[in-house]
């Protein structure tokens, strides 16, 4: 049996029906025989995991693992993401963050047009949607890609791959840069100002990966600096353990933003083909141990 700890699309559900799909209202013997869960982190009530004693695989439906509280999932649980579900529109939402902020659009006055093509595009975090970033740079903008990384997804998108030590050196190169990393111990305000001071005057920074990685104050002050640098993201700050959206930032003219809608909460398209991902890697969790994006508790 598998707990859902919310409605899944009947497509991810029939993915999983050979199981049996279970809700928290089941009774407790239908819980005990749970040997697994799908679900956003948001939606896990803890305290029904101790009421699943045969429970060895957590699934979630979204590609950060960052609101998972580890320390109250059992310690022999597999814990897999749902990284790469959101690649598409995740990429797709990238560039248009990524143009609308070199062309100045919706900017009140007129403001310099940035042109890319031809120029270096550095991506921090290369899996799916890090690398979908850069094929399209390159395919689509003639760009010279560079790769900051533990690992990467598709190493034939990047003209250069570096390690995470690099890339304090690899900013001030880039003319445009785009944030896909996740937000772990390693990389939570990894782009303080030091890091973000390195970029050139005129560069443009994209996050598409958590608000955190980024460091609030130091990215603030920089644009206030350089009205010529600009920033652009879809993910923000969490205050009070939500994330908010009422950032300072919006009222510079340097500063371009959207509400979170790159993945599956600005699309139902991307929400389904989301959960049927994650049902499809549970099942091969649990039937070919061929199941992909297995967390490091260690990150955490």
Not at 29 to 36: M, S, W
């Amino acid at each position: 049996m598998i707990l859902s700890a919310g409605r899944l699309h009947p497509e991810a559900r029939r993915i999983l029906d050979g199981f049996g799909v279970v809700d928290a209202s089941a009774g407790e013997q239908a819980l005990a025989g749970c040997v697994a869960v799908i679900a956003w982190p948001s939606d896990i009530d803890y305290s029904i995991l101790r009421r699943l004693p045969s429970i060895k695989v957590l699934q979630t439906i979204s590609a950060g693992v960052d609101d998972l509280d580890f320390a109250k999932v059992p310690a022999g649980v597999d814990i897999y993401s749902n990284a790469g579900a959101y690649t598409v529109p995740a990429a797709e939402h990238a560039w248009a963050l990524l143009l609308a902020a070199a062309k100045g659009v919706g900017v009140e006055a007129r403001t310099e047009n940035y042109i890319l093509r031809g120029r270096t595009l550095l991506v921090l975090g290369c899996g799916a949607i890090g690398s979908a970033v850069a094929q399209i740079g390159k395919a689509a903008f003639g760009m010279r890609t560079a790769g900051v990384s533990r690992s990467f997804r598709a190493p034939e998108a990047f003209d250069d791959r570096r390690s995470p030590d690099q890339l304090e050196e690899s900013i001030p190169e880039a003319d445009a840069i785009v944030d896909a990393l996740p937000l772990n111990k390693e990389t939570r305000s990894v782009l303080g100002y030091r890091a973000l001071s390195g970029m050139k005057r005129g560069a443009v920074l994209v996050n598409v990966g958590r608000a955190e990685t980024v460091d609030e104050p130091s990215v603030e002050r920089l644009l206030k600096e350089r009205p010529e640098t600009r920033y652009a993201t879809d993910v923000f700050w969490r205050k009070g353990g939500k994330e908010d959206f009422s950032s300072g930032l919006w009222s510079l003219p340097n500063f371009y933003g959207t509400f979170h809608t790159a993945g599956g909460l600005g699309a139902e398209e991307a929400l389904r083909r989301a959960e049927e991902a994650a049902a499809e890697n549970l099942r091969l969790a649990l039937t070919t141990g061929g199941a992909r994006n297995l967390v490091d508790r260690s990150d955490y």
